[in-house]
Every structure is written in C-alpha cells, then in structure tokens.
C-alpha cells in the first residue's frame, strides 16, 4: 500500500500538536533543572512523571501525525548579517515515532533505575542526568535544523559522559567517558565541517529547505554534478559551484559524526568502555537509543549522500557488524558480549542505509531498541542480583563475569524469559521483531547490485549467523549449566532471587515489543509492517533506488533462519553439553577477538602516543626555543649594555678621566715654578725677556 | 558625559584611597567593589540606551555617547597647528567590549579579598588600570587611546611585580617589555598618520580615528596616502604600518610565537590580575585589530588576511598542545587563552560578516569563561598555595560544589552548545569556511583545537577531580581544601551564568554589533579592495 503524500503545515504558530512535542521536549529539562538544584534526596518521581507525561503528549502527536500531517514549526534565533538562523521543530513520521519510542523506552529504564540504583549516594543525580539525556535525545529528533542537530547532538554525548562516569570515583570510570567524549568529538569535528560545506553551498541549515519533503524536492535534489562540478541555482538564479568531490565529502563528513555516535568503525572504541556506567545507562543510551541517533542522522541527510559515499557507508556498517560480532564470540564480560552485539546490529542499519535500504534500517532500529534495551535490562537483573550476594557475603569477584554464572534461570525465572525472547528476537527467528527487520536487510543486501556486493551480501549472512551463536552461548552460558560460582565459595549459598515488580514489570512490557505482533501481523515478512509502510524513503536524486529480487525475498529468510538455529543448537552443545571446544585461550584468532582486534592498543601506541609526545615536543620547543629566543634577546642586551658600560667606564669616562688626570699632572708641574722667592721670578722674568727679543730677532 | 563618569569614577575613588588613613585599610576592598558595581550600572544604563541600528565605526554621527572637547592646540607655526581632542564614544565594535569590561572589573574586584598585604597600593594601582581600561575602549583620538594604552601598562608592572608569585619580577618585565616593544613602533605609526591626515573642518592636522578612517582626509603625498606610490624600505607604508599596528596588537592577544609573556604573566600575576589579563587586556589587542588595523588600514587587512589567518590557526593548534603538556594548571588555562584567541584572528581574517561576529563574539565569550576558569584556580591556590596537577586527585569528593563551577567552566570553554564558546567558535569557523580570503582548510584545521580542547580539559578533570581523594600535602590538604564559600560563590555564579546565557541568547550580543559588523566587513572589502587595486597600478 502506497502512502498518500502527506502534506505538510508550515507554522510559525504554536499549534496543539506543536505544544505537546514542545512540551515533551521540554518537561524532561524541567525535571532536571528542579532535581538538580533542590537536590530532593529522591528525585526519581518527578523524572518518571515527567517522562510519562512526555510519553503521554508523543503519544498525542504520534496520533496526530503518522500518516495524516506533517509539522513544521520554526522561530528566528538569531539573525546576524548573513546568516538567519532559525529554531525549530520537524514532526513528520519518522520524528514522531522516534519521539515515541524514545519517551516509552526512557519511561521504562527510569521505572527499573528506582530499584537498580537503590541506595546509590548520588540517586538523585541520577535521575537527573538521565532527564537531561532525554531532552537531548528529544532535541535530536525534533530539530529541524542541522545546526540544531548538532547542538542537542553535542548535548547528548555530554549527559552520556556524565552518565558513563556516575561512579566518578572509579578509575576505569573516569577514563571511559573521557574517551567517549573525545572519540565522539572527533566525529563532531567531522560532522560540523559538513555543515560548513552545507551552509557554503546552500547557505541554510534547514533540514526541509535542503533534503525535501514528503511532497516537495529540497535544495540537495535541485543540485546536480556535471562535469566535475557540482552546482546549485537558488531562486534568485545565482549559481554556485563547489568541486563535485565536494559533496562526497559533504556526505561522509556529516556521516563521520555518526560513525562516532553510532559505534562504527574506527570510531567504534569507546563504547565498549562506555560499559563503565550503570547497566540500565547502558541500556537506555548505549543501546536503545543515543547510539542510534547516528543511524537517524544518516537517514535523515540521505538525499545528501553520493554514489562513492554510499559505498564507504554500506563498506564501513558491513565490517563493522562482521567485526564486532567476531569480537562478542570470546567476551566473558557479560555487558562486553552485548555491548559488541549493539555496535553490530547498528552495523546492520549503516549497511542498510547504504545500500538503499532505508525503511529496513530505520524499522532495524526501532526493533532493536526494544530487545538491545531488554538484553541489557536482564543483564542488569542478573549483575544486580550477583551484587546482592557479593556485597552480602563480602565475597570478592566480578559479577558481570559469565564465567562464574550458570544454571540461573530456576532462581531468575522472569529473567529468563524475558531475556530468552530478546535473544531470539536479536538471532532473528521467526514470531520475533528482530526477524522481521533484520530480513529485510539482508532481502536488500542479496537485492544490491554494485561491484562487490556480494561481499557486502555474505558478509552480513555471516555475521547473522554468528549473532544467533553469540548470543545462545550467553544464554546457556548464564542460564543453563551448573552454577559456577558457588564451586568457587564452599559454605555459602550464593542463589539469588528474582528482581523485585520495578524491574521485571518494564522488561515483560519491552519483551512483548520484542514480539512480531508489535510491529506486522504477517509473521514471516516485515515489508507489510506498519512502520516499514508508513516511513516515506526521502529522495536521493543521485542513486538509483533499490528493488527487492524475488529470488532474494525468497530464500533469504529460510536460509538465515536455517543457519540461526543451527547456531543456536551449536551453542547449546558447546555451552551447555560442553562437548564441544572450538580454539583454546592461547589461539592467535582467539586472542584476536578477545582483544577487540587490538583497535585500543593501536589507537594508543600510535594516536594518543603520538599526541601526546607532539604536544610535549610542543611544550619543549615553547620553553627552550621560544622562549629562548625571548630570554636569549634579553641576555644579548643585557650582554651588550655590560660591553657599553665597560666602554663607558674605560674609554668614554677613561679619556675624560685621562684629561683630568693629564691636567692635573701639568697643574702640578708647574705648581713646581710657584715657589714663592722674588729672586727666582725675576730671573725667570729676565730670561723670558731674553728668550722674546732673541726669537723675535730670529723670525 | 556617561563615558566621562565611566572613566574618572575609579580615579575619584583612587584619590580616595590614597588619602584614607591606613587604618581603614579593611574599606578599601569595598571600595573598589563599589565602583566596579557603579560602572556596571552605568554599563547596563547604557546596554538600555544604545540604539542598535546605528552603525558607527566610520561615521562620527552613528556614534553615540560621544563626548568631544579639543584638548590640546598648540599654534606650530609653519608646521600648522597640534590639535588632539578628548573625544569619546561608542559603537557596535566596543559597547560589547566596553560591558565586557565593566563586568570583569566586578569579577576582580570580588577576588581582590585575597589581597593581605600593602592593600592601599594595591588598590590605588587597581583603580588606576580600571581608569585606563574603561578610556582604551572609549577614545577615538588615536593619541588619547595611546595615552590610555600606555597608562594600562605601569599599574599592571607594579601589581605583577609587587603582589605576584615567585617569579614575579621575572613576568613583570617580561610582560612590560614585550607590550613595550609593541607599543613604541605604534607610536611611529601614530605621528605618521597625524602628519598624512587633516582634520576637513579645522583643516589641521589631526589624531581623530576617523579621520584616519576616510581617505579623502588624506594629505596628497603623505606617507599614508592611498595615491602616494613613496616606498619605504621597499614597500608600501601603508602596508608596513598595518603590520606594525597588527604585530603591537597581536602581542596582546597573544599570538603565537610572541606569546611567552602570557603563560609567565598569568602563572606570576595574583588571581584578580590575572583574570583581567586574561578577561580584559588580551581583548584590547583583538579590538584594536579590528578598530584601528581594519579601519584605517583595510587594505592590509586583505592583504594580509592569509598570515593573519595562518597566525591564528597556529595559535589555536600550538596553544592546545602546549595546554595538553601543562602540569600546571594555571598554564593550562593561560595556553588554552592563546588557543582560544586564535579563533580571533581567524575570523577577523575571514573578512566576512560572520567571521567577524564570531571573533567579537568569542572576545565576549572568553573573556566571560576565561575570567571564571582564573578565578576557579584561585580558589585552590589560595587554599593550599599548589596548583599542580599532579598533586590533585579526586576533588570532586573533597569540594562538590566547587567542582560544579569547574566543569561548567571546562564545558563551556570546550564549547558544549549551550555555552557562549560555541556559537563564537561556530561563527568564526563558518566564516572562515565561506570566506574568499583565506582558504578552506585553515576554519578545517581550526575546527581541531576544538577536539584538542576537549581533549585537555577533559584530561584534567579526569586526573584532578575524578578517582578517590588523594592530595600531595595529606590530611593537611584535606582540612584546608574547603568547599566554595559565599562570595566565591556569588562571584562564580554571574559568570556562569552569562556564559549560559550568551550561548542560548547569542542575540542579546548579536543584535548589539551586527549593524556595526555590517558596515565594517564591508566597507573594508571595498575601500580595501580599492586601495590594492590604487597600489597595484602604482607599482606597476
């Protein structure tokens, strides 16, 4: 079913539906504002009722808007010279949902925080940071400008570094969020240099004025490449030219901001670390919804985006799903195993969104937020529960470590399943969300047809397969076996108990948007979902759409879901039955995925090293070159002035000494002739007599 | 008159001071703050009464609160007459600057509590350089504003010299020096425009800027003349007076590699000093860059605009490394000033309404955030009398409140949206970006001291007051290390807050120099552009 054109109202009035998003948007900024300055001992209250209502008014627009109307509403911020800068909200389908899913998954997280941060010193905090997270977050979806992207942009990896580094005084705390912050300021840099080359061009920001709307073509369509130049004609008929590599770099620029945000290759290291945070923090922003803000970026500036650049994006999601998935195989770190699983999956939605597959990314993206988010929720449970025996027992072990786990799903029954039914939604078998999403993916995968696409095609099959092995042996390796800890601790009984109704209610609620009746009523085919039907795909005058081949819709899915269950029963034997070993601890490949491929090491022996030693040779040159060169200048007229002083003294002060000194050796000389007797003056007197007459006889 | 009372109110007080007996020593700090407090009402008085659509910057008519009074006219016989004029007034370029000012005044005045020792000479000196500083951003006689330039520089010698850390004398005369060194070339520059420009209505010679502004004001076969094809050591004067004026100007900005004094200066110099060397007198060199270079010189603004912009982004660059190598944490701050400065430079380079904005923009913005990050190492310094890095760990259990000032000042200055620093760095880098004058990859390579800033601060918010509490000096340390009390506090706080505000509201800056930036971008692109163009035929 085609979507009728949507038509879209321009305002510059506060209409109701604009009122509700702004307020959604607003509320949460509200709450962390009072929280943060009152500082109740308990501020988690007013969080989740803000958040709620926030949910509440989404809801509202959501109604309001998906499939019937499109919003736009936009205010003058500034205005100076040149640039007229405006603020505003978009509300088209593809916001609203975002805003939906955004405010429904927060509104849960925080109903789970109130138990799993109990007793936390700064529980307060908490509730706060995670409050002006969602206004970040809000603010990505809503704005309808790329500067304003940029900004809540900025905002969001800001409550995510203050989120990441809760437990401040932790080390290994603190030197993740430094690096998240810094590794996602990289692709910021990257990100605001394409919005330069955006504003040279077109000289607006506006994301309706540059890429189009549902019945309108933007700026971007109306430029075309010719002749290596790529022009632009505004209505005035001035036509700008920039270089047509110019919009590649346009395109990978503002890309390179989501590869950092999203976890893509090579920026993809912190997020690992960003596991520093508390698990439903990992849950919320590290898995449901911050990191695939990239992903929303990507879909939103898709008009932009060149023939080459689609090629480096379909290249870079493809071997980052297949990377990471190599990488979670060997993790024993519970969150580590999901944390991998997350950069992966959001792999698959950057290699969708390059191959054309843009409904199937974005529908990728809003499934996976709810079964990434309740992967980490039970992960969480369980962590919380080890914690609980930890602490009561004063036992001294890692209790995100799955190698001391095992045989719980008897003592975390509601964990189990919950985390069961998410984790075949992320293997992708049929009756799932995953499944549905995830086909169509590699339906378009199968379905591309550019040089080396089919490396692209048997890279994401892989990949696939692998995820469904990956996540059955945390299953069984958590759930099925023997319990492993309490081999390690005699005397004690370590069984844990079921998280309390605050943390298992919002995982039962996510488990059932795990399920594929959220999302299509047809099982086994996901085109005929609501949401893959009712997102528009946004023109992109440079690329050619792609079509589904038949043969690609249908043997894909049978062939994935062939190969996830034989993952899944490989996984059983291996983890559960044990009678299987694949390579040994000391294998190089093992070695290899249990280091992250060495991406850290790389990045500090060449990058930070190398910073860090430019900046010292920096501060070396400053202080001896310089600087010398200041202090240098002083000494030589210090030096100098010694000369002239030594002249001043010796010869200037010496000759006029001298004459003093040779008039005063005269003055005594003749004081010699002062002797004071008549006699001697007179026969002087005569012989100066004789001596004139004499000389004047002479001459 | 306004501008009067701005000007002698802290020589008034600075009387009073001085003829105080000794014994009321304890009033003085209060003093001083009264006044600073009495300025800025006068300053926002005048933020109420400036009309923004007037332009300025050429015409003496867009001018407002302009006092002009003949000073001095000395009949010279052959020579004509010496005629230099008290004339005051200001425009879009210098109201920002000029509440700028008056605000960090304030700031220092709260952190003059400090002060334990000869507090009557101090704060004589303190309202003397007040004085100074208000008259540098007010003149538009070029000989009134040398006057005020110079008088800034003999109060600061002495508060450096005399209230100053270990090295101070070493820094004083670093810092006196190196401005010295700047100014004296100005003044050549000074009496060879007064010799090429006549006043068109007394028709003597001249120092009125704007006279200096408008080339039909020009004596025919003058050294400054636009149509003089005169050389002087084998290049055009104009040219070569420009790039005296930059380089006098641009040591107190500072630019890389005349910027030494800074780092020494900052480090020597007692907080309040510091916070005006950092919130105020660096801003000096970037006005004068705009108001004097660009506006009597625009045709070595072109032509020199590409070096200018290589300055800056080196700027930017090695002062964010140097930064990162600091151990000390006040020459961290002081190279992150250089680092932040060059963003100045290279909008001013840009040459384009946007760029320039952006530079007056990040003045504002840096000397807000600059003044707030000097006080903040202040508040440790005075604790414990140590700022090293290195001795510091997990302050934030220690001084919570303290460490909430501190990462809103780290934040703002790495230009977290939200913050003043980002739309001036934004602004400036767009500029740069779309400018013709300057290329493409500088506002690029500029857009990386953006990342470096991130990197240094938040390097030293992770090794300072992140982990355990552990302090070199011990449980001693620990006692000492108390949180912010209530006049740090109500210091920090408008700091913040303007910080806060200037980055969500950048209109309430924007609205006060655009017509002013307007009409200064474009005038010097063609008046500029003409004069080149004069030159090159004359050349030729």
């Not at chain 1, 290899?592 to 090491?601: E, G, I, L, P, V």
């Not at chain 2, 004296?184 to 010679?205: N, Q, R």
Request: include cysteine.
């Amino acid at each position: 079913m085609e979507v009728e054109s949507i038509k879209l109202i321009e305002t510059q009035h506060i209409t109701t539906v604009i009122g509700a998003a702004l307020g959604a948007l607003l509320l949460p900024l509200l709450s962390f504002l009072i929280i943060s300055f009152f500082k109740p001992r308990k501020g988690d209250w007013l969080a989740i009722c803000s958040t709620f209502i926030s949910f509440l008014l989404s809801l509202y627009c959501f109604t309001n808007i998906w499939n019937l109307q499109s919003y736009h509403y936009s205010a003058q911020w500034l205005n100076t010279g040149i640039i007229k800068l405006n603020a505003g909200l978009t509300l088209d389908n593809l916001s609203a949902l975002m805003l939906v899913l955004v405010t429904l998954i927060t509104t849960l997280v925080l109903i789970y925080s109130t138990e799993y941060m109990k007793g936390e010193k700064y529980y307060h905090r908490y509730f706060a940071h995670l409050s002006l997270f969602m206004f970040s977050m809000l603010g990505v979806v809503l704005a309808d400008s790329l500067l304003l992207i940029y900004i809540f942009w900025e905002l969001v990896g800001f409550s995510s570094y203050l989120l990441i580094g809760f437990w401040f005084d932790r080390d290994s705390a603190a030197a993740a969020n430094k690096k998240a912050f810094i590794v996602n300021r990289i692709g910021d840099i990257a990100f605001f240099v394409g919005i330069m080359i955006l504003f040279t061009q077109f000289r607006t920001l506006d994301l309706g004025a540059l890429f189009g709307t549902a019945d309108k073509a933007g700026l971007i369509q109306q430029s075309v490449v010719e002749n290596g130049l790529w022009k632009f004609t505004d209505i005035s008929g001035n036509a700008k030219t920039l270089n047509a590599s110019m919009l590649t770099v346009a395109g990978l620029c503002i890309f390179a901001g989501a590869v950092a945000k999203s976890a893509q290759f090579p920026l993809h290291v912190w997020l690992p670390d960003a596991m520093e945070g508390p698990t439903s923090v990992s849950s919320l922003i590290h898995a449901a919804t911050m990191v695939a803000a990239g992903v929303y970026l990507t879909a939103r500036v898709f008009p932009l985006f060149s023939p080459d650049a689609l090629t480096v994006i379909t290249y870079i999601g493809a071997f980052t799903a297949f990377m990471a998935a190599t990488i979670a195989l060997t993790q024993n770190d519970l969150k580590k195993v999901l944390a991998y699983s997350t950069i992966s999956q959001l792999g698959f939605m950057i290699t969708a969104l390059g191959i054309g597959a843009w409904q199937a990314a974005l529908f990728h993206l809003v499934t996976h937020a709810f079964f990434k988010c309740l992967l980490f929720l039970g992960a969480g449970s369980v962590i919380h529960q080890l914690h609980h025996v930890q602490h009561k027992y004063h036992l001294d072990f890692d209790p995100q470590d799955m190698r001391l786990m095992g045989g719980l799903r008897k003592q975390l029954p509601v964990t189990y399943m919950v985390l069961l039914v998410a984790s075949l939604s992320l293997a992708g078998l049929p009756l799932f969300s995953g499944f549905l999403s995830k086909d169509l993916i590699l339906i378009g995968a199968w379905s591309w047809e550019k040089p080396g696409s089919a490396i692209i095609a048997v890279l994401l099959s892989v990949t696939s397969a692998l995820t469904a092995f990956y996540i059955f042996r945390m299953i069984f390796k958590v759930f099925w076996g023997e319990n492993r800890l309490q081999k390690t601790v005699e005397n004690i009984d370590v069984s844990v108990h079921e998280s309390g109704k605050a943390m298992t209610i919002p995982m039962m609620v996510l488990a059932i948007f795990s399920l594929f009746a959220a999302f299509s009523i047809n099982p086994l085919h996901g085109a005929h979902s609501w949401i893959y039907e009712g997102l528009v795909v946004p023109l992109n005058s440079f690329n050619p759409k792609i079509q589904f081949t038949e043969f690609a819709e249908s043997w894909v899915p049978i062939i994935t879901v062939v190969l996830a269950v034989a993952m899944v029963l490989v996984a059983r034997i291996a983890y559960y039955k044990q009678k299987m070993t694949f390579l040994t601890e000391h294998n190089f490949l093992y070695k290899f995925s249990y280091n992250a491929w060495y991406f850290d090491k790389l990045y500090n022996s060449v990058i930070v090293r190398s910073v860090v030693l430019l900046a010292n040779f920096i501060r070396w040159f400053d202080i001896n070159i310089v600087d010398g060169i200041v202090n240098g200048a002083a000494t030589l007229v210090h030096q100098l002035s010694a000369v002239v002083d030594w002249i001043d003294r010796n010869i200037v002060d010496g000759s006029v000494n001298g004459i003093a000194w040779l008039a005063a050796r005269i003055g005594d000389f003749i004081r010699g002739f002062q002797t004071g007797r008549v006699q001697q003056y007179m026969a002087l007197g005569v012989f100066g007599l004789i001596l004139i007459i004499v000389l004047s006889y002479i001459f | 008159m306004t501008l009067s009372i701005l000007i002698f109110l802290p020589i008034l007080f600075m009387v009073l001071v001085a003829v105080l007996p000794q014994a009321l020593k304890n009033t003085f700090k209060y003093l001083n703050l009264a006044v600073s407090i009495i300025q800025l009402i006068i300053a926002g008085y005048m933020y109420l009464h400036f009309n923004h659509s007037l332009p300025g910057v050429f015409n003496e008519q867009s001018f407002q609160f302009v006092e002009k009074h003949s000073w001095i006219n000395l009949n010279l016989g052959t020579l004509g007459k010496l005629q230099i004029q008290y004339f005051l007034g200001i425009d879009g370029v210098s109201i920002g600057l000029l509440m700028l000012s008056t605000f960090v005044m304030a700031i220092a005045a709260l952190a003059s509590w400090e002060i334990k020792t000869n507090e009557k000479g101090y704060f004589c000196l303190f309202l003397l350089l007040n004085a100074a500083i208000m008259g540098v951003f007010s003149a538009l006689d070029f000989f009134l504003f040398y006057i005020f330039y110079e008088l800034m520089l003999l109060p600061l010698y002495f508060l450096i010299g005399i209230w100053g850390g270990a090295r101070r004398e070493y820094a004083s005369i670093k810092f006196f020096l190196y401005t010295l060194l700047g100014s004296v070339f100005m003044l050549l520059v000074i009496i060879g425009l007064y010799f090429s420009v006549k006043d068109p209505i007394t028709g003597a010679h001249t120092f009125d800027m704007l006279s200096m502004m408008n080339p039909a004001n020009y004596v025919q076969g003058s050294i400054f003349d636009i149509h003089s094809s005169a050389l002087l050591f084998g290049v055009s004067p104009r040219l070569l007076a420009f790039a005296v004026l930059f380089i006098a100007f641009a040591i107190k900005v500072p630019i890389v590699p005349l910027h030494t004094w800074l780092p020494d200066a900052h480090v020597e110099a007692p907080t309040p000093i510091s916070i005006i060397l950092a919130g105020v007198l660096l801003k000096i060199g970037g006005y004068g860059i705009i108001r004097i270079c660009m506006g009597i010189f625009p045709d070595g603004a072109i032509y020199f605009s590409w070096v200018i912009g290589l300055i800056g982004v080196v700027s930017i660059i090695y002062g964010a490394m140097s930064a990162l190598a600091a151990s000390d944490l006040k020459r961290l701050i002081a190279y992150s000033s250089v680092s932040h400065m060059g963003f100045v430079l290279l909008g001013i380079a840009s040459l384009t309404v946007e760029g320039v904005s952006g530079a007056m923009f990040q003045m504002i913005s840096h000397g807000v955030l600059s003044s707030m990050l000097f006080f903040l190492v202040g508040v440790i310094y005075n604790r414990v009398h140590d700022r090293e890095i290195a001795n510091f760990r997990g302050l934030y259990l220690q001084m919570p409140t303290y460490s909430v000032f501190v990462f809103i000042a780290f934040f703002a200055s790495l230009g977290l949206p939200g913050f003043s620093a980002f739309i001036a760095e934004a602004f400036s880098l767009i500029g740069a970006f779309n400018s013709n004058s300057i290329p493409r990859w500088m506002a690029v390579v500029g857009a990386v001291g953006i990342l470096l800033g991130a990197a240094y601060f938040l390097w030293t918010l992770q090794r300072m007051f992140f982990g355990k509490a552990r302090f070199k000096g011990g449980e001693d340390w620990s006692a000492k290390l108390s949180d912010v009390n209530l006049r740090e506090v109500i210091a920090l706080s408008p700091m913040a807050i303007v910080a806060l505000l200037l980055g969500i509201m950048p209109f309430l800056f924007f609205d006060m120099s655009n017509s002013a930036m307007v009409e200064l971008v474009n005038a010097t692109l063609k008046s500029g552009g003409q004069h080149l163009e004069t030159l090159s035929k004359l050349l030729n």
